[in-house]
């Protein structure tokens, strides 16, 4: 394949290159070239580790924060509660599923169309090893 701007027939595809810049040691360790790491490919989305840190996150703000929610909302039965008292863990507990929950539907759907669409576009990618300019196969 030609480089379209310094006609070089020296090109390759990124997948390749990429491939070919990370150096895997004896340890197991792997590294990775600058010039691999510009032809990383697209990151999905995190659909564990990230929504079960939202979860965790919601539920403990929950647990701190529903206690004085009778200050400044009519919710009398939130008076004189403490965070760990039953009905406020409960609480906090489900609205950390259900942003857990919502946090991996994003993902997974993220990951279906754009995360894809971003991954066939990277698979296409061509890189001039002469003047390092980047197009796509078509
Ligand atoms: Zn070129």
Same mark, same amino acid.
């Given at each position: ?7 070089? %027939?020296?090109? %390759? ?6 491939? %070919? ?13 600058? /010039? ?6 697209? %990151? ?7 929504? #079960? ?11 701190? #924060? ?10 009398? $039965?939130?008076?004189? #509660?403490?965070? /760990?008292?039953?009905? +406020?863990?409960?609480?906090?507990? +489900?609205?950390? #599923? ?6 991996? +539907? ?7 169309? +754009? ?6 576009? $990277? ?16």
């Amino acid at each position: 394949m030609q480089c379209p701007r310094c006609r070089s %027939q020296y090109t %390759q595809s990124v997948k390749i290159a990429y491939s %070919q810049a990370i150096r895997t040691g004896e340890s197991g360790y792997t590294t990775i070239s600058e /010039f691999g790491r510009s032809l990383e490919p697209p %990151q999905a989305r995190s659909e564990a580790g990230v929504p #079960l840190g939202i979860a965790f996150g919601i539920a403990c703000g929950s647990m701190l #924060l529903l206690p004085a929610v009778h200050t400044v909302a009519p919710l009398p $039965w939130l008076a004189g #509660l403490s965070p /760990f008292d039953t009905p +406020v863990v409960v609480v906090s507990i +489900v609205l950390g #599923l259900l942003a857990g929950f919502w946090s991996v +539907v994003s993902a997974l759907v993220h990951n279906d169309s +754009v995360h894809r669409s971003e991954m066939r576009k $990277w698979e296409r990618g061509v890189i001039c090893r002469r003047c390092g300019f980047k197009f796509r196969r078509r």
